[in-house]
């Protein structure tokens, strides 16, 4: 271990998504597939709407799409997609659908459709460079 480095730096907890930014209600869920807006890619269906004070994302990933374990990784993928890309969201709640073609697709595929999405829904910040 480095000098000056602690157990709590070095832990792959630090780079969970906090508790606030995960849906977890059965009615969240419900209300995003009935009344969200929607937005489709080759490999996610995106429902969201905007107002939150911060964003929190949901995923939902069906038999259709492969068996466990292939929908396990479907998940982590997304999951990943969208904690690298986090800080670059408006606040929003969004539920990612994931299609039968998501089984084959790579991390960069689902994250660059990702970014397509959020850019399409007006859920990616503009940076602004002064200079």
């Known amino acids: 271990m480095l000098a ?27 209300r995003l597939r ?6 489709g890619g080759k490999y996610l269906v995106m429902r969201y709407e905007h107002g939150e004070s911060f964003p929190a994302m949901g995923i939902a990933v069906g038999r259709v799409v492969g068996g466990a374990v292939v929908r396990a990784a479907v998940r982590r993928r997304i999951r990943e997609s969208y904690r690298k890309n986090r800080f670059a969201l408006k606040p929003a709640r969004m539920l990612f659908i994931a299609r039968p073609q998501s089984a084959q697709a790579s ?7 990702m970014k397509v999405l959020w850019r399409r829904a007006d859920l990616w910040k503009q940076i602004e460079c002064n200079g």
């Open 107 to 113: 991390v960069l595929q689902i994250g660059e459709e």
């Open 4 to 30: 000056g480095a602690s157990v709590e730096n070095v832990s792959p907890h630090n780079e969970r998504l906090p508790r606030r930014e995960r849906l977890h209600r059965q009615a969240d869920f419900l």
């Open 34 to 39: 009935r009344h969200g807006k929607r937005k």
